[in-house]
């Protein structure tokens, strides 16, 4: 039911009061407060935001835009936000976002490179993305020119940037077994890695950077050979057999090793930074004096080349002063025949002491000119080097009995007379030697052995018939003769024996003749004393 309403009279009356001025409400406080943070946070963020740089690769594998972390020893400094292809469609760039403090890394020269698990150089690295992923390693320069564009590097670096030591280079001919991370090794004691390789612009060698660690840096001087160290190093000389290697590693994966010459001390001073060295193929090699004077010559052969190659060495008694540079034939028109004419490279500084007479007596240059040698009997020969493989080599010897021969002139190189070699000298022999055998009248001497041979047995036949007379009819008197002669000398044998009659009759008349000895004796005795006796006669009180 409806209550009933009040009486008017009851109800509260209305009060006018005046309009008010608008002020702020506290319930707005809050959403400016938010405001200002959210204001306070952007400035932030666009104050605290790093670097962003462009990083160009040949490939995106293993990069993903959002998850990709850039690293610097190990610590997190970025990220990759995106990911396109180039526009020429040949490399891809990557966008990354950096942390603020690495805008000082942003050096013109520092290096960026995908880790990844890798096996190079006898070392297994980036294992730990297997689980993790592949992420940006970073590695900084030390140029003060700073951008935001880099390439990309294929290969993570051999050697960080803030690691002490120096880097300097090697040219050699071919590569070998050398590649990246090759070991260095100073007195087998590894101070250094190799960094990268390229073929020269020549085309003509390989250029190699290698890295030396400190302190070992100040070993490499001004003088320092450096050499092929890979695998193992086997000679055979007059003291055995010789097996030499850096380490296990170096015949498994190669090696470069270097030293210096003891003639140049331990005070050297170090190498520059970036000098360039050359590359031998062995530690003989690289510790021969250097090659200060090259004289190209011409040997003309008459006889068979076969064993001889390109780069056989030349030697002089032991030395090698050079080697085999070409090997030619060319047609004679004078002697119907074909030579051989084989180009040498000589260095006559190898002589150290003739190159250093040389130097100091300018007069020594007559005498030991071309000419002046080669009236004296210098010649060139070949010589087996290895009578297994047949190899040769030339040996310049003096031959005071060659005959007599000029130095000659082609196309301004000097040609040096050459003798046969000594089995080219033994085969001519033979051959001349079985001319004459050829020669020789073997059926008529052949007749005259065959008569010789039946006259001689003929003689055989009449010496046997004499043997057989001599065993039936001498023999047995022989035979006879020996025993009566056996007889004889038992029977003298039997007469000589202690207990023969003979030997009995002995004795007794031996016992006789001294018993007649001591009468004799006794008689002279007597007679010395009593002389009188021998006119008057014994007395007889004598006793």
Do not use: C
């Amino acid at each position: 039911m409806n209550e009933p309403l009040p009486p008017e009279h009851d109800l509260p009356a209305a009060i006018e009061r005046p309009a008010s001025r608008w002020s702020p409400q506290l319930v707005w406080l809050i959403p400016a407060i938010a405001a200002l943070i959210g204001l306070w946070l952007a400035v932030s963020a666009v104050l605290s935001r790093g670097p962003v740089i462009t990083l160009t690769f040949k490939s995106a594998e293993g990069l993903e835009a959002g998850k990709t972390r850039i690293k610097y020893k190990d610590v997190d400094i970025g990220e990759v936000t995106r990911i396109q292809v180039s526009p020429d469609r040949k490399s891809v760039l990557v966008t990354a976002s950096l942390v603020k403090e690495a805008d000082d890394y942003l050096a013109r020269d520092s290096r960026f490179w995908v880790v990844r698990p890798r096996i190079a150089g006898g070392s297994v690295s980036g294992l730990g993305t297997l689980l993790s992923g592949a992420y940006i390693g970073m590695d900084v320069g030390k140029s003060r020119e700073m951008t935001h564009s880099f390439s990309g590097l294929d290969t993570p670096p051999i050697v960080a940037g803030d690691l002490p030591g120096r880097q300097f280079t090697l040219r050699a001919e071919d590569l070998g077994s050398i590649t990246v991370g090759t070991p260095v090794y100073f007195r087998r004691v590894p101070v250094g890695q190799v960094e990268a390789y390229a073929l020269d612009p020549s085309g003509k060698g390989v250029n190699l950077t290698f890295f030396i660690n400190a302190p070992y840096d100040r070993f490499v001087t001004g003088s320092s050979r450096f050499w092929h160290a890979s695998g193992l190093d086997i000679s055979l000389g007059a003291n055995g057999l010789k097996v030499s290697t850096q380490s296990l590693s170096a015949v498994a994966l190669g090696g470069v090793a270097f030293e210096s010459p003891p003639e140049n001390g331990a005070d050297a001073a170090p190498a520059p930074v970036g000098s360039t060295f050359l590359l031998a193929a062995t530690r003989e090699q690289a510790m021969q004096n250097p090659d200060r004077e090259v004289m190209p010559m011409r040997l003309v052969f008459h006889q068979s080349l076969r064993g001889l190659s390109i780069g056989a060495p030349v030697e002089f008694r032991g030395i090698v002063i050079g080697e085999v540079t070409n090997i030619g034939i060319e047609y004679d028109k004078a002697r119907r025949d074909f030579s051989m004419p084989v180009d040498i490279r000589t260095y006559p500084s190898r002589v150290k002491e003739l190159f250093e007479q040389r130097q100091r007596t300018p007069s020594l240059n007559q005498s030991l000119s071309p000419g002046s040698l080669v009236s004296h009997g210098l010649r060139a020969q070949l010589r087996p080097g290895n009578l297994l493989t047949g190899q040769q080599y030339v040996a310049l010897d003096f031959f005071p009995d060659a005959p007599p021969a000029r130095v000659k002139s082609h196309n301004g190189i000097v040609e040096l007379p050459t003798v046969d070699g000594d089995i080219e000298e033994l085969q001519r022999t033979l051959q001349r030697i079985a001319r004459r055998i050829d020669k020789m009248p073997l059926d008529r001497i052949g007749q005259s052995l065959d008569t010789t041979l039946k006259t001689l047995n003929s003689t055989l036949g009449h010496s046997d018939a004499m043997v057989q007379q001599l065993d039936g009819k001498v023999l047995p008197e022989t035979l006879r003769t020996l025993e009566s002669l056996q007889k004889t000398l038992e029977s003298a044998r039997g007469a000589l024996r202690a207990d023969s009659p003979l030997q009995e009759d002995m004795r007794s008349a031996m016992q006789e003749v001294r018993d007649s000895a001591r009468s004799v004796k006794a008689l002279s005795d007597y007679l010395e004393q009593h002389p009188e006796a021998l006119i008057r006669g014994k007395d007889k009180d004598a006793p």
